[in-house]
């Protein structure tokens, strides 16, 4: 299957993603699962060696910096659904403004992130990478800070890991959430709108709405 950018979104819209069977596999499927997971924005958990983790000095928040070294960065595995396809594809829509990555950057430069499409109220969390302790998990919580800020009503997650399910994720049904789907594109948020908070100033909103 070629993909295109249009198409992509049309799919997002639709409550369905991409996938490929592996990093050489040209082939593309979609992929609309029974159960969904998604991360509720007011019910984020961090731990308090994830807090620790968060009032380090050593690291900094940058937002789409460099989309490519993200995604190069969920794709250096040795299993990932990320192929040469896909790749391009989702460089297509950072270019035009739907897609965006939450980098953690640190004295040996990129450390970690997150990236997803955005549309309307919706964020669509496509896959996130570690290269030091805790570094996806603070991309994830100044994510998730980032979505409640900015409007957003849902952070979908496509899939519930262990890892996930640490921080808050929760699985529902696909009409349930097919449902939070359409009240969400029907919001208007806007994912660079917010500024990047202190840690801090990230812990104490957390605190309060978790």
């Not at 990236?115 to 996806?136: C, K, N, T, W």
């Not at 800070?145 to 994720?169: E, N, V």
């Not at 029907?186 to 990230?202: D, G, M, R, T, V």
Request: proline share 4%; aromatic share 10%.
């Amino acid at each position: 299957m070629t993909l295109s950018a249009d198409l992509l979104l049309h799919a997002y819209a639709s409550g369905v993603f991409p996938m490929a069977e592996s990093r050489d596999d040209p082939e593309v499927f979609w992929v609309d699962p029974k159960r969904r997971g998604i991360l509720p924005l007011d019910g984020f958990h961090i731990s308090r060696s994830l807090a620790r983790s968060l009032r380090r000095d050593d690291y900094s928040i940058e937002i789409n910096r460099d989309f490519s070294a993200v995604v190069e960065g969920c794709a250096a595995r040795d299993e990932t659904w990320i192929n040469e396809e896909i790749f391009d594809r989702y460089h297509e829509l950072h270019e035009m403004g739907f897609a965006h990555s939450l980098e953690v950057w640190g004295e040996t430069g990129l450390i970690g992130g997150v990236y997803g499409v955005s549309l309307g109220g919706a964020f669509f969390g496509e896959s996130m990478f570690s290269r030091r302790r805790d570094a996806s998990k603070i991309a994830l919580a100044y994510l998730i800070d980032r979505l409640d800020r900015a409007g957003y009503l849902l952070c979908d997650t496509q899939f519930i890991t262990p890892h996930l399910a640490s921080l808050g994720g929760q699985e529902i049904s696909r009409a349930c959430y097919r449902r939070l789907l359409a009240e969400a594109l029907q919001k208007e948020a806007s994912f660079l709108a917010p500024a990047i908070p202190s840690p801090q100033a990230l812990l104490q909103r957390r605190t309060q709405t978790s």
